[in-house]
């Protein structure tokens, strides 16, 4: 069937696969991040595989938790220039932490946590890509730019995603190689646990750089301050672990003081073009 012409130059919206896809998706992370980010200490019991270390349990419970907020916003985007943010990144995490997953698959508990764990990974990706290819066939265009990032915005973006995905892929490809750029002690798998995020946070970064407009990158900003915020929260908690005095304990911080200075100015950019153009929006006759 030919996309009638109209259909074809109407706004692209969010299909409603593609909303119920990162709905349930944030409600997984949510999942995870409670039992990770709640019961740091407990991972035995509440978790899919042990995490001895408490604050490597917090860590990633705040990722997931910062994801929650990623995907929930995200699907509750009507166009989706201003969704698709989230997408690449949930894909590229869920399909390297499914190769975790099966890389260490000995470690994990038999347990039904363990085994949903392992389910939720090996059946995402490929739902994931169905529901995206049924995303893009959807006629229609991208909203136009209309409230450009700042170029110097921009830049640090793209050093932040760059610096992220090599960090991330070091930890996924070398976890015991690479584990010496990072401020506390990591197991294999914790290490790679860790790259799968450094990987999809990076892809986020570039892809807001690559997006330019403070109304297609709220729910990243949201998402960056949530995950700064979080792994502040995780270091006073466990503090001991840390080699706060060395180069890899100031990097970690500088990092974090990073996102959350990113994140506070692109959420703020995308405040004063919502309300910009929400006006533009009432002013026009009809």
Same mark, same amino acid.
């Given at each position: 069937?030919?996309?009638?012409?109209?259909?074809a130059n109407r706004i692209r919206p969010v299909i409603p696969a593609m909303r119920w896809l990162l709905f349930v998706a944030?409600?997984?992370?949510?999942?995870?991040?409670?039992?990770?980010?709640?019961?740091?200490?407990?991972?035995?019991?509440?978790?899919?595989? !042990?995490?001895?270390?408490?604050?490597?349990?917090?860590?990633?419970?705040?990722?997931?938790?910062?994801?929650?907020? $990623?995907?929930?916003?995200?699907?509750?985007?009507?166009?989706?220039?201003?969704?698709?943010?989230?997408?690449?990144?949930? $894909?590229?995490?869920?399909?390297?932490?499914?190769?975790?997953?099966?890389i260490h698959r000995d470690i994990f508990h038999d347990t039904w946590i363990a085994w949903a764990w392992i389910a939720i990974?090996?059946?995402v990706p490929p739902v994931f890509m169905v529901v995206i290819g049924m995303q893009l066939r959807t006629p229609g265009i991208?909203?136009?730019?209309?409230?450009?990032?700042?170029?110097? $915005?921009?830049?640090?973006?793209?050093?932040?995603?760059?610096?992220?995905?090599?960090?991330?892929?070091?930890?996924?490809?070398?976890?015991?190689?690479?584990?010496?750029?990072?401020?506390?002690?990591?197991?294999?798998?914790?290490?790679?646990?860790?790259?799968?995020?450094?990987?999809?946070?990076?892809?986020?970064?570039?892809?807001?750089?690559?997006?330019?407009?403070?109304?297609?990158?709220?729910?990243?900003?949201?998402?960056?301050?949530?995950?700064?915020?979080?792994?502040?929260?995780?270091?006073?908690?466990?503090?001991?672990?840390?080699?706060?005095?060395?180069?890899?304990?100031?990097?970690?911080?500088?990092?974090?003081?990073?996102?959350? $200075?990113?994140?506070?100015?692109?959420?703020?950019?995308?405040?004063?073009? !919502?309300?910009?153009?929400?006006?533009?929006?009432?002013?026009?006759?009809?």
């Amino acid at each position: 069937m030919t996309a009638h012409p109209r259909d074809a130059n109407r706004i692209r919206p969010v299909i409603p696969a593609m909303r119920w896809l990162l709905f349930v998706a944030g409600l997984l992370v949510l999942g995870a991040g409670n039992s990770l980010f709640l019961f740091s200490t407990q991972t035995d019991d509440y978790f899919a595989w !042990t995490i001895a270390n408490p604050l490597i349990a917090a860590f990633l419970g705040a990722a997931f938790w910062s994801s929650c907020a $990623l995907e929930l916003l995200s699907a509750r985007e009507q166009v989706w220039s201003r969704a698709r943010l989230a997408v690449p990144a949930v $894909l590229i995490f869920t399909i390297l932490t499914a190769i975790a997953t099966m890389i260490h698959r000995d470690i994990f508990h038999d347990t039904w946590i363990a085994w949903a764990w392992i389910a939720i990974y090996l059946i995402v990706p490929p739902v994931f890509m169905v529901v995206i290819g049924m995303q893009l066939r959807t006629p229609g265009i991208d909203e136009p730019r209309q409230f450009p990032l700042p170029n110097w $915005l921009r830049a640090i973006s793209v050093v932040q995603g760059v610096t992220l995905l090599g960090a991330g892929g070091a930890l996924m490809v070398a976890p015991l190689d690479a584990m010496r750029i990072w401020p506390w002690p990591l197991t294999e798998l914790t290490g790679r646990a860790i790259g799968a995020w450094l990987v999809g946070l990076g892809a986020i970064a570039i892809q807001a750089a690559w997006e330019n407009d403070f109304l297609r990158v709220r729910a990243a900003a949201v998402s960056a301050l949530l995950l700064a915020a979080l792994e502040t929260v995780a270091l006073v908690r466990y503090p001991d672990t840390v080699a706060f005095g060395s180069v890899q304990g100031f990097v970690y911080l500088a990092a974090l003081a990073n996102v959350a $200075l990113v994140g506070a100015v692109t959420l703020a950019g995308n405040l004063r073009a !919502t309300r910009t153009h929400a006006a533009a929006a009432a002013s026009v006759p009809g």
